[in-house]
């Protein structure tokens, strides 16, 4: 049987579906949040197929299919939409004998332009989906019974399931539209706290369900020692070393499987990167830019394992720049940042030189600006022409940053936060960059943006969030559910515990301006 495609208000958005059951999108005003989904491949016995609709009915608030997945599997899907957007996916045995099922695939591709959030945890899981310019509104897809293993960017994926004989399983999956994230976070209700990640030390907050068993490694313990807290509470753990932990809740609803990480701070990072780098030799290669940020940095917070080492190498690199001159933000940043290190005044003479001839917005600019702002205010010299220079290329940026976001946006939020010090109002330029920024930090969010930004452009933008923290947090409003650096601060943590050890240098440069 078949029907005419079906337009369905689900305020404020609609949903799409086509003639033979699938979502064809899933829009609000002119973001398409989905562009595609239904019941995918099934695997049994190591075989993949597609299964085949049988049969397809709808009306004014639903829709229901029959498909035939082949081997006695029989897939009932229903949509529903007098109460928000309801999927409802049965999996039905229709033998008489166990069948076991090797994995499910829920199709959902998200829209382009839009940045998902997934989360997939067993008995917990959800897809939250925002444009990617930050805005709103955001529409977040949770798992209200059943079990997702992995989502990923085909969609949602069951794992195996044995189905006894004439037996179903049954996914359903809660579709929501809020009008931003701190509304999302308002009424987000779970196991799998944000962040699930947090520096070495500090501790990851757990709501536990009091009729639920809580399983966590002899290994981690509570912040006051013990294990759990009392039924209901929150619970606090924490690790004392860089890991990741396997932690689970069982309960009536089923199995939540997901891990907590405690990443090593930053500065234990770059203590131990520059004690890699070559020992310092005159006649040899003095280092990069971002070797030299790490160096200065290591030397300001005492963490160099080698102080004189460090300084010597630092020298070279420093020397090497005032012979060619800078020719990156970067290059300036690095400068300024010595000159108030070693209170060199031709470190300070040179960064400025350069940054009154800089015709293009280079990431670290906004950091030379400022740098060499505060230093002249310190001698006691003038800072206009470099306000104003810095001012007439801020003047140039376009009013909404290319999307998705990339460097060249986050440089140009760094240079507009160097200038906002100065304004009492955020311009339209800062606003939207800094929106668009909002996803690639979670907002609140609980899973890292996929797709995610590159290593260095995430490090980046959470060196220009803190950099820009109080002009930020005037900035944003209710479009983040957590300060500027909180968020930063986690999106940190993040970062580190996916490459500490494989991160660039530059990378790290970044990471270590943020803590400027």
């Not at 067993?122 to 444009?131: D, K, Q, S």
């Not at 780098?277 to 940020?293: L, M, N, Q, S, V």
């Not at 009154?356 to 010299?381: E, H, K, M, S, Y």
């Not at 590159?454 to 980046?460: I, K, V, W």
């Amino acid at each position: 049987m078949s029907a005419p495609r079906m337009i369905f208000d689900v305020p404020p958005g609609r949903l799409r579906i086509d003639q033979t059951g699938r979502i064809v999108a899933a829009t609000a005003g002119d973001h398409r949040y989905l562009s595609g989904g239904g019941v995918g491949e099934v695997i049994i016995g190591g075989r993949a197929r597609q299964p085949e609709l049988t049969r397809i009915a709808g009306d004014a608030d639903e829709v229901d299919l029959e498909l035939d997945a082949g081997d006695g599997l029989e897939i009932s899907v229903r949509h529903t939409v007098a109460a928000g957007w309801g999927w409802r996916i049965r999996l039905a045995n229709a033998t008489q004998q166990e069948l076991a099922v090797d994995q499910v695939r829920l199709d959902l591709a998200v829209g382009e332009q839009m940045i998902g959030h997934p989360i997939a945890a067993g008995a917990e899981a959800e897809l939250v989906i925002r444009p990617g310019d930050g805005g709103g509104p955001i529409l977040a897809g949770r798992l209200t019974t059943g079990a997702i293993a992995e989502i990923t960017d085909a969609g949602l994926l069951t794992g195996p399931l044995r189905l006894p004989a004439g037996a179903g399983f049954v996914i359903t999956w809660q579709w929501t539209w809020y009008a931003d994230a701190a509304r999302l976070l308002e009424r987000r209700r779970g196991v799998v706290p944000w962040p699930t990640v947090r520096t070495v030390g500090e501790p990851i907050d757990l709501r536990s369900d009091p009729d639920a068993a809580l399983i966590v490694p002899d290994d981690l313990i509570g912040v006051d020692g013990t294990l759990p807290g009392p039924a209901g509470q929150i619970t606090e753990l924490v690790a004392d070393r860089a890991a990741r932990f396997p932690i689970e809740e069982r309960s009536a609803r089923g199995t939540v499987r997901f891990s907590l990480g405690w990443a090593p701070a930053a500065e234990w990072v770059i203590a131990e990167r520059i004690q890699h780098f070559p020992a310092p030799a005159p006649a040899g290669p003095a280092g990069t830019t971002a070797d030299g940020i790490l160096l200065h940095r290591a030397l300001s917070a005492g963490t160099a394992a080698d102080p004189d080492d460090a300084a010597e190498l630092l020298e070279l690199i420093v020397g090497a720049l005032l012979d060619d001159g800078p020719a990156t933000g970067l290059d300036a940043t690095l400068l300024c940042i010595e000159h108030h290190r070693t209170g060199s005044r031709d470190l300070l003479e040179v960064a400025v030189d350069w940054l009154l001839r800089c015709d293009r917005i280079d990431p670290g600019l906004g950091f030379a600006v400022t740098q060499a702002c505060l230093a002249r205010v310190i001698r006691g010299q003038a800072i206009a022409p470099i306000i104003q220079h810095a001012g007439t290329l801020a003047a140039a940026v376009p009013g909404r940053p290319d999307l998705p976001l990339d460097g060249r946006g986050i440089a140009e939020l760094e240079l507009l936060a160097a200038i906002h010090r100065t304004l009492e109002q955020p311009s339209p330029a800062f606003r939207a960059r800094l929106r668009a920024a909002g996803p690639y930090l979670g907002s609140g969010e609980v899973a890292p943006a996929r797709p995610a930004l590159a290593a260095t452009d995430q490090a980046a933008l959470i060196a220009v969030v803190r950099f820009a923290e109080e002009q930020a947090a005037a900035a944003v409003g209710r479009d983040w559910a957590a300060p500027p650096s909180v968020l930063a601060e986690a999106a940190a943590g993040i970062l580190l515990d996916e490459v500490a050890e494989t991160a660039s240098t530059e990378t790290l440069a970044w990471l270590a301006l943020a803590q400027l």
